[in-house]
C-alpha cells in the first residue's frame, strides 16, 4: 500500500512537471517568440545609426550663422582600462578644462562599463588625447554646432541642446523654429556579426543612407546686423539702460535685416546662462509704446477721413477733461489752433484725444485690428508674444483717449515695426520674415511670401509720411539728425504701468523711423528699457537710432535729398 501512494505521488509529480513544461514552453516560444527573436538577431548583427549633418543658417550673402562642424563623443570602457583611474583622470583634465574629481568620479562608477566622459569635443582634442595612448578610452563621432560669429544674432538664431533621448534638438529662436528641415533624417547600418560582435566580412548587410539636414538663407543683412548689436550695446552703456532691442526689416518684402537685443547669450555655451536670456524681446516682451503709436492712429484718421493734414484741433489750447482725469501735454506745453501735422511734430497727446473722437471707439479698434495690434504678426521664429487689445465693444471714453497716444495698449517690437512698416510700403501690409530660402544638396525652394494687403490708403500713408518727417527736421531730436538726410520717423517716452498705476519715474524709450521717405530701404524700430541718463527718447533712443542709420546710409546707398 505504501509502494502504491508513493506510485501515484510520483505519477501526479510528473504530470505536474509536464504541465510546467508545456507553459513554460507555451511562453519562450508563443509570448516570447519576437523578442527573443530580436535578442538572437541582436547577437547575430551589429547595426549602427549614420547620422544626419545638421543644415546650416545662412546670412543672405551666403555666410554662416550657424554650422556644424566634426566632434567626439569621448568614452571610456571600463574592463580595458590598464591605468588606475586617478591617474587617467590626471591626463585627461586639462585637455578637456575639466576638474579630475570629476572626471574620476565618472570612471570609479561600479555598475558602469562603457562610460561616457565628455561630448562633443574638439578633433584637436582627440588628437592629443590619442597621443597619450590611454587604453581603454576611446571616440564616438558627434556634431557639433558652432557660431563663427559668437553671439551675433544669438536670439535669433537660438541654440542646440538635448531632448529627453539624448539626441540633438533645436530650441527658441531659427534652430527651435526650422528644427525638422535642419535636422535632416539619419541613417542607418546594419551587418552580420560573429559570436564576439565583430562584422562578418562577407555577410550579409544594409544600409539606409542619412539625408543631411537643409540649410536656412536667411534675409539677415551681417553688416547691419554687426551694427546694430555694436551700437545697441553701446547705446545701453551710455544711457544707463537695463534692457534695449533693436529689429530692422525691409518695408516691401517684410524680410527681417537685423534683430538684436541686450542683455544676451552664448549659443555655443548656452548651458551658462539662465533660461530668460533665450527669449527674443523683440517677439516676445510687450510694452506700452507711447507716442510712437501717434502715427498709427493719425494714419487710421487720415483713412477714414474723419481729418486731413490742415484739420484744426479745437481742444489743444490746455489740458482736456476726460471723464474724471485731465489728459495734459508731455511738457505742459499748449498750441491751440494746431492742425494735424502740429499735433505730430508736438507730440500732443491733447491732438491725439482730439483724432481718437473723431474715429471714435469702435472705428479705432478696426484700425488697429488692421494694422495688426491684438494678434500675431506670423514672424517665422518660435515665441512670438500676442498681447490681446481691450475686446472690442467694451472700450469706454477714457480707453479711446488714453489708446489714442499709445497707453492703456500693449504691443511687442515686432507689431510695432510691422504697423510702421505698412507707413512705409504705402499702406500695403506684409508679413516679417526671417528665412528667404531653404536649400539643399541639388535644389532650393523660396518660401512664398505673404499676400500683400490694404490697410490704409496710399493717400492717407503719403500724408502720414509727410507729418513724420516733419517731426524728425523740427522736433525735440532735430539735433540728432544727419545733415542732408530725409527720415521719417518718431520718439516715444511712455511711463511704465505698475499695479494700476504708471511709475513716475521710470520709463521705457523708443524710437521708430524708415528711410528715405519717398521710397524706403528699411524701417528700424529701438527701444530701451529704463534708461538712467534721460527718460526721453528724444536724447536716447533717437541719437541712438541715427548713430546706426548713419552707418546703413552709404551701406544701403541712401544719399542726402534722398
Same mark, same amino acid.
Given at each position: 500500500?505504501?509502494?502504491?501512494?508513493?506510485?501515484?505521488?510520483?505519477?501526479?509529480?510528473?504530470?505536474?512537471?509536464?504541465?510546467?513544461?508545456?507553459?513554460?514552453?507555451?511562453?519562450?516560444?508563443?509570448?516570447?517568440?519576437?523578442?527573443?527573436?530580436?535578442?538572437?538577431?541582436?547577437?547575430?548583427?551589429?547595426?549602427?545609426?549614420?547620422?544626419?549633418?545638421?543644415?546650416?543658417?545662412?546670412?543672405?550673402?551666403?555666410?554662416?550663422?550657424?554650422?556644424?562642424?566634426?566632434?567626439?563623443?569621448?568614452?571610456?570602457?571600463?574592463?580595458?582600462?590598464?591605468?588606475?583611474?586617478?591617474?587617467?583622470?590626471?591626463?585627461?583634465?586639462?585637455?578637456?578644462?575639466?576638474?579630475?574629481?570629476?572626471?574620476?568620479? /565618472?570612471?570609479?562608477?561600479?555598475? !558602469?562599463?562603457?562610460? #561616457? *566622459?565628455?561630448?562633443?569635443? &574638439?578633433? $584637436? =582634442?582627440?588628437?592629443?588625447?590619442?597621443?597619450?595612448?590611454?587604453?581603454?578610452?576611446?571616440?564616438?563621432?558627434?556634431?557639433?554646432?558652432?557660431?563663427?560669429?559668437?553671439?551675433?544674432?544669438?536670439?535669433?538664431?537660438?541654440?542646440?541642446?538635448?531632448?529627453?533621448?539624448?539626441?540633438?534638438?533645436?530650441?527658441?529662436?531659427?534652430?527651435?523654429?526650422?528644427?525638422?528641415?535642419?535636422?535632416?533624417?539619419?541613417?542607418? /547600418?546594419?551587418?552580420?556579426?560573429? !559570436?564576439?560582435?565583430? #562584422? *562578418?566580412?562577407?555577410?550579409? &548587410?544594409? $544600409? =539606409?543612407?542619412?539625408?543631411?539636414?537643409?540649410?536656412?538663407?536667411?534675409?539677415?543683412?551681417?553688416?547691419?546686423?554687426?551694427?546694430?548689436?555694436?551700437?545697441?550695446?553701446?547705446?545701453?552703456?551710455?544711457?544707463?539702460?537695463?534692457?534695449?532691442?533693436?529689429?530692422?526689416?525691409?518695408?516691401?518684402?517684410?524680410?527681417?535685416?537685423?534683430?538684436?537685443?541686450?542683455?544676451?547669450?552664448?549659443?555655443?555655451?548656452?548651458?551658462?546662462?539662465?533660461?530668460?536670456?533665450?527669449?527674443?524681446?523683440? *517677439?516676445?516682451?510687450?510694452?506700452?509704446?507711447?507716442?510712437?503709436?501717434?502715427?498709427?492712429?493719425?494714419?487710421?484718421?487720415?483713412?477714414?477721413?474723419?481729418?486731413?493734414?490742415?484739420?484744426?484741433?479745437?481742444?489743444?489750447?490746455?489740458?482736456?477733461?476726460?471723464?474724471?482725469?485731465?489728459?495734459?501735454?508731455?511738457?505742459?506745453?499748449?498750441?491751440?489752433?494746431?492742425?494735424?501735422?502740429?499735433?505730430?511734430?508736438?507730440?500732443?497727446?491733447?491732438?491725439?484725444?482730439?483724432?481718437?473722437?473723431?474715429?471714435?471707439?469702435?472705428?479705432?479698434?478696426?484700425?488697429?485690428?488692421?494694422?495688426?495690434?491684438?494678434?500675431?504678426?506670423?514672424?517665422?521664429?518660435?515665441?512670438?508674444?500676442?498681447?490681446?487689445?481691450?475686446?472690442?465693444?467694451?472700450?469706454?471714453?477714457?480707453?479711446?483717449?488714453?489708446?489714442?497716444?499709445?497707453?492703456?495698449?500693449?504691443?511687442?517690437?515686432?507689431?510695432?515695426?510691422?504697423?510702421?512698416?505698412?507707413?512705409?510700403?504705402?499702406?500695403?501690409?506684409?508679413?516679417?520674415?526671417?528665412?528667404?530660402?531653404?536649400?539643399?544638396?541639388?535644389?532650393?525652394?523660396?518660401?512664398?511670401?505673404?499676400?500683400?494687403?490694404?490697410?490704409?490708403?496710399?493717400?492717407?500713408?503719403?500724408?502720414?509720411?509727410?507729418?513724420?518727417?516733419?517731426?524728425?527736421?523740427?522736433?525735440?531730436?532735430?539735433?540728432?539728425?544727419?545733415?542732408?538726410?530725409?527720415?521719417?520717423?518718431?520718439?516715444?517716452?511712455?511711463?511704465?504701468?505698475?499695479?494700476?498705476?504708471?511709475?513716475?519715474?521710470?520709463?521705457?524709450?523708443?524710437?521708430?523711423?524708415?528711410?528715405?521717405?519717398?521710397?524706403?530701404?528699411?524701417?528700424?524700430?529701438?527701444?530701451?528699457?529704463?534708461?538712467?541718463?534721460?527718460?526721453?527718447?528724444?536724447?536716447?533712443?533717437?541719437?541712438?537710432?541715427?548713430?546706426?542709420?548713419?552707418?546703413?546710409?552709404?551701406?544701403?546707398?541712401?544719399?542726402?535729398?534722398?
Amino acid at each position: 500500500m505504501e509502494i502504491e501512494t508513493r506510485l501515484v505521488i510520483i505519477k501526479y509529480l510528473f504530470v505536474l512537471m509536464g504541465v510546467v513544461l508545456l507553459i513554460r514552453l507555451f511562453y519562450w516560444q508563443g509570448l516570447m517568440a519576437s523578442e527573443l527573436s530580436e535578442q538572437a538577431r541582436a547577437q547575430h548583427q551589429s547595426s549602427n545609426q549614420i547620422l544626419a549633418p545638421r543644415g546650416n543658417i545662412l546670412s543672405q550673402d551666403n555666410t554662416w550663422l550657424a554650422a556644424s562642424q566634426e566632434a567626439w563623443l569621448l568614452f571610456a570602457s571600463k574592463p580595458e582600462l590598464k591605468e588606475d583611474t586617478k591617474t587617467i583622470a590626471v591626463k585627461l583634465a586639462p585637455l578637456l578644462g575639466e576638474e579630475k574629481e570629476r572626471i574620476q568620479s /565618472l570612471l570609479d562608477r561600479p555598475e !558602469a562599463v562603457w562610460i #561616457p *566622459i565628455k561630448h562633443k569635443i &574638439s578633433t $584637436e =582634442i582627440k588628437k592629443n588625447i590619442q597621443a597619450m595612448e590611454i587604453a581603454g578610452i576611446g571616440f564616438d563621432k558627434q556634431e557639433m554646432r558652432v557660431y563663427p560669429e559668437g553671439s551675433l544674432s544669438a536670439q535669433l538664431l537660438g541654440f542646440v541642446g538635448k531632448d529627453e533621448e539624448g539626441n540633438d534638438k533645436g530650441y527658441f529662436g531659427l534652430e527651435g523654429q526650422y528644427d525638422l528641415p535642419l535636422s535632416g533624417k539619419p541613417g542607418y /547600418l546594419q551587418r552580420e556579426a560573429d !559570436a564576439r560582435g565583430a #562584422p *562578418i566580412i562577407f555577410g550579409d &548587410s544594409k $544600409e =539606409i543612407s542619412a539625408v543631411g539636414g537643409a540649410d536656412l538663407v536667411t534675409h539677415v543683412d551681417k553688416t547691419i546686423q554687426l551694427v546694430v548689436e555694436q551700437k545697441l550695446k553701446q547705446g545701453l552703456e551710455k544711457y544707463g539702460a537695463i534692457s534695449g532691442s533693436a529689429v530692422v526689416i525691409d518695408p516691401k518684402t517684410g524680410g527681417v535685416m537685423a534683430i538684436a537685443s541686450f542683455p544676451s547669450y552664448d549659443p555655443f555655451k548656452y548651458y551658462d546662462f539662465t533660461d530668460e536670456l533665450f527669449k527674443n524681446p523683440v *517677439i516676445s516682451d510687450t510694452f506700452e509704446p507711447g507716442s510712437v503709436f501717434k502715427p498709427i492712429v493719425m494714419a487710421s484718421g487720415l483713412d477714414a477721413g474723419v481729418i486731413n493734414p490742415e484739420t484744426v484741433c479745437d481742444i489743444c489750447h490746455g489740458p482736456y477733461k476726460v471723464d474724471k482725469y485731465f489728459i495734459e501735454t508731455w511738457d505742459q506745453k499748449y498750441y491751440a489752433n494746431s492742425t494735424m501735422t502740429d499735433v505730430i511734430l508736438h507730440s500732443d497727446n491733447v491732438g491725439m484725444t482730439y483724432v481718437g473722437n473723431k474715429l471714435g471707439a469702435e472705428r479705432l479698434y478696426d484700425y488697429l485690428d488692421k494694422f495688426g495690434f491684438g494678434g500675431l504678426t506670423g514672424i517665422d521664429l518660435q515665441g512670438e508674444a500676442n498681447p490681446r487689445l481691450r475686446k472690442k465693444g467694451t472700450w469706454n471714453v477714457v480707453d479711446t483717449a488714453t489708446a489714442a497716444f499709445g497707453q492703456g495698449v500693449a504691443v511687442t517690437p515686432i507689431q510695432m515695426v510691422k504697423a510702421i512698416a505698412i507707413i512705409a510700403n504705402k499702406g500695403m501690409n506684409v508679413e516679417p520674415r526671417v528665412v528667404d530660402k531653404i536649400k539643399g544638396l541639388g535644389w532650393e525652394q523660396d518660401l512664398p511670401q505673404s499676400q500683400e494687403k490694404r490697410v490704409i490708403s496710399e493717400t492717407a500713408a503719403n500724408q502720414v509720411t509727410k507729418m513724420m518727417i516733419q517731426a524728425v527736421k523740427n522736433g525735440e531730436a532735430k539735433w540728432a539728425v544727419p545733415k542732408g538726410f530725409n527720415v521719417a520717423g518718431k520718439t516715444g517716452t511712455a511711463q511704465i504701468p505698475l499695479q494700476g498705476h504708471y511709475d513716475a519715474e521710470k520709463t521705457n524709450a523708443s524710437f521708430v523711423g524708415f528711410a528715405p521717405p519717398s521710397d524706403p530701404k528699411f524701417v528700424m524700430f529701438i527701444t530701451l528699457k529704463e534708461p538712467k541718463t534721460s527718460p526721453w527718447a528724444s536724447e536716447t533712443t533717437a541719437p541712438l537710432w541715427f548713430s546706426i542709420a548713419k552707418e546703413m546710409f552709404p551701406y544701403l546707398g541712401i544719399q542726402p535729398g534722398d
